[in-house]
């Protein structure tokens, strides 16, 4: 893992979502957990070598975040929105495809049940590890359920998925208008070294590129929205943004299922239908 501050190491170079890990004044604490079993494992026995893991900290509900939960015996914090997107996971589906990642995966996946969150928030919350303050904040935006921590002590804020960075942005259940809010709610943050959901380190001056993609994306679909194009026209023949960005790592290949993704959903966001449908 790279060394980010003198108790912040971070990992933005496997398949899945980033993470880090904190060393306090009493143990260790993660803060989101590999996609790969394989992955985790190593990370165990790099935590091990470390001092005693006291909690894992989740900033979201998509699998790459979480999965590798279950090979560490410490408790998980997050938003309640992520334990109950946890506990409706489909696991035979999500075991079949974490298993196909690699030749080591399927024998460690043997038995897996996950290890959902047991301490949750709504709002905000503040956790206390040794001399270390861990701020847990609310930001949905790339998906309902976001949470961004910042490690206070550190000046250091791990975003999840709400900052893409120099990666291709996955909008594939987002809400665009909480997003730029929650852009918005970063940049009035004190720190200013962003460890993003994917993607190499950054800083706030990041977030006015991650705005502007957003913004196009959503202009993009709407355009063809004003042209009468049906939802099934759009996903079928808007592909023009696939090539913007890079896939981040072990996604090679998946940038045309992630457009098609990414415009179904804005689809329905420019047309209030699906999970946007204003009451």
């Given at each position: 893992?790279?060394?980010?501050?003198?108790?912040?190491?971070?990992?933005?170079?496997?398949?899945?979502?980033?993470?880090?890990?904190?060393?306090?004044?009493?143990?260790?604490?993660?803060?989101?957990?590999?996609?790969?079993?394989s992955?985790?494992?190593?990370?165990?026995?790099?935590?091990?070598?470390?001092?005693?893991?006291?909690?894992?900290?989740?900033?979201?509900?998509?699998?790459d975040?979480?999965?590798?939960?279950?090979?560490?015996?410490?408790?998980?914090?997050?938003h309640?929105?992520?334990?109950?997107?946890?506990?409706?996971?489909?696991?035979?589906?999500?075991?079949?495809?974490?298993?196909?990642?690699?030749?080591?995966?399927?024998?460690?996946?043997?038995?897996?049940?996950?290890?959902?969150?047991?301490?949750t928030?709504?709002?905000?919350?503040?956790?206390?590890?040794?001399?270390?303050?861990?701020?847990?904040?609310?930001m949905?935006?790339h998906?309902?359920?976001?949470?961004a921590?910042?490690?206070?002590?550190?000046?250091?804020?791990?975003?999840?998925?709400?900052?893409?960075?120099?990666?291709?942005?996955?909008?594939?259940?987002?809400?665009?208008?909480?997003?730029?809010?929650?852009?918005?709610?970063?940049?009035?943050?004190?720190e200013?070294?962003?460890?993003?959901?994917?993607?190499?380190?950054?800083?706030?001056?990041?977030?006015?590129?991650?705005?502007?993609?957003?913004?196009?994306?959503?202009?993009?679909?709407?355009?063809?929205?004003?042209?009468?194009?049906t939802?099934?026209?759009?996903?079928?023949?808007?592909?023009?943004?696939?090539?913007?960005?890079?896939?981040?790592?072990?996604?090679?290949?998946?940038?045309?299922?992630?457009?098609?993704?990414?415009?179904?959903?804005?689809?329905?966001?420019?047309?209030?239908?699906?999970?946007?449908?204003?009451?």
């Amino acid at each position: 893992m790279k060394q980010l501050t003198r108790n912040v190491f971070v990992e933005t170079e496997l398949r899945g979502s980033n993470h880090g890990l904190v060393t306090t004044s009493d143990g260790i604490v993660l803060i989101d957990t590999p996609h790969k079993p394989s992955d985790a494992v190593r990370l165990r026995a790099e935590v091990e070598r470390r001092g005693r893991l006291r909690y894992i900290l989740n900033t979201e509900p998509h699998g790459d975040h979480w999965t590798g939960n279950a090979y560490f015996d410490a408790p998980v914090v997050a938003h309640e929105g992520v334990r109950t997107r946890i506990l409706a996971t489909d696991l035979p589906a999500h075991v079949a495809r974490v298993a196909s990642f690699g030749p080591e995966e399927p024998k460690l996946l043997e038995g897996y049940k996950p290890n959902a969150p047991v301490i949750t928030f709504e709002r905000e919350m503040k956790l206390h590890v040794g001399d270390h303050t861990f701020r847990l904040v609310h930001m949905p935006g790339h998906t309902a359920y976001q949470a961004a921590v910042i490690v206070e002590e550190e000046g250091v804020v791990f975003t999840s998925d709400n900052v893409f960075c120099k990666v291709h942005t996955w909008l594939q259940e987002a809400d665009p208008d909480l997003w730029l809010t929650a852009l918005e709610s970063l940049r009035s943050l004190r720190e200013d070294t962003f460890v993003p959901g994917h993607g190499p380190v950054c800083d706030k001056r990041y977030l006015d590129e991650q705005g502007a993609f957003i913004h196009e994306w959503v202009d993009y679909v709407r355009k063809g929205v004003g042209q009468g194009m049906t939802k099934e026209q759009c996903v079928a023949d808007l592909t023009a943004m696939t090539n913007r960005y890079p896939m981040d790592v072990g996604q090679d290949g998946m940038a045309p299922m992630v457009m098609k993704l990414n415009v179904a959903n804005l689809y329905d966001f420019v047309t209030g239908a699906g999970i946007h449908r204003r009451n």
